[in-house]
């Protein structure tokens, strides 16, 4: 009996010792469905409200709450510290209203039994709206995605990077551009009558696969009724679909000229940054998260040779569409914290809100495994990131402005975290980042795009009744199958 007490005693210390521990996470996040960029200003719809919000309940239920499936070390699990978490965000509607749908679903509302301060008089006064708890997001410059990009169909001309406007306007050069453009006159004429009051039918062509798709899109989500709607048939909206993806991809990445990615490596960098800031401070800022619109998922997915995982990583993500960075450990965390050598990092990506379709784990960088040393992924992302001024106007070619007095002597420092040391040297100052955000932005699909003349008609109008528990997107053909 004692030596059958002896060997479940060494099982459970084995199982211990090997038990995963969550260091930190940072998140970049799609957001919620919106209204079509044809006609803005565009708005956060309520389907897409309840989407990020459903997918912040999803992170809570993974990362924060009590009982979570993966806590994260040190994290308070019901009243908000606000020191725990960097929340960013452009300076956009829909983005900084998803960003705030999201926290609401991470940290609910605490009640009166958490939510209530006793005053220096003896009385007690409950916070609002049964605790609700204030998170503020960062509008800063240096975000990914630049301001108000949801309101423009293009947005790499707004990127300041002169390398990466040349480069994806090289797409429209292309063979595979060219071709596909003759090849599918015919299917885009075809759509005319569904789009004839927003768009012309000069407009309505591959070159503009996208803005007609999110036009469509949108209104086979939102609208009860569509012009010629009996022309929008199942084989039709997959193909619309299929289009716009090729369209999208081919603006927001290209192996041969990877400064056409530049919002993804601009990202890139934050992520590191953000997950070295967690470990050198030792987890006392677990959770970083950022909204940003779709292009810098896509070039960042080109740049971490995702598409070796997955083709459907050169689709457009799907609304509320997130990606995770977990830290990990699988020493005994709560003793001392580990080393950088006992930290590892797992990329997870859920194509949707992460409610209805849960994080699954891929693996970067063309490797076979789905965890990676802390030191690999850092020497792995350094191989694209951008996070400095100096290697910023070197990449994009750029000599006036801010770059103007940018010298291309000394070593270029590093966009991100060093693995060996793991200090924080290679991190952006605020003045740097604020530049760099002032001319870097999420969305690599650039061009040219003409203004587009709304003519009424086709509206997509917001509807303002609740959305039921289980609501249907009818967002199907969208996004990224993953």
Known sequence: MYAKKLLLLSSLATLSATQETVLGVYIFHRHGDRTAKA????ILTDLGYYQVYTSGDYYRNRYVDANSSSPILG???????????????P??????NSAAGFLQGLYPPVGSALGTQQLANGSSVTAPLNGYQLIPVATVSSASTSANAENQAWLQGQSGCNNAIIS??????SAEYTQTLESTKEFFQSLVPVVNRTFTSSYTTFKNAYSVYDLINCATIQNSTIPSSELLTSPTLSELHALANQHEFGLAYNSSEPIRAVAGATLASQIVQQLNKTITGKSKQPIGIQFGAYASFLSFFGLAQL????????GIVDYAASMAFELVTTVNASASYPAIDDISIRFLFANGSAAAAPLTAYPLFGQQETTLPWSTFVDEMNKFAIGDQAKWCAACGNSTGVCASTTTTGSESSSTATSSSGSESGSMSLAVAGVIGAFVTLAVILGLEALILLAGGFRIAKKRSGVSSSPETGNSSSGVKA
Do not use: G, W
Not at 307 to 314: D, E, G, K, L, Q
């Open 91 to 96: 300076s956009d509607t829909v983005l900084q």
């Open 75 to 89: 994290i308070s699990p019901d009243l908000v510290k606000l020191t725990q978490l960097s929340v960013e965000a």
């Open 168 to 173: 994806s306007n090289n797409y429209f050069s």
């Open 39 to 42: 006609l803005p200003p565009t």
């Open 307 to 314: 598409p070796a995982a997955s083709v459907n990583f050169t």
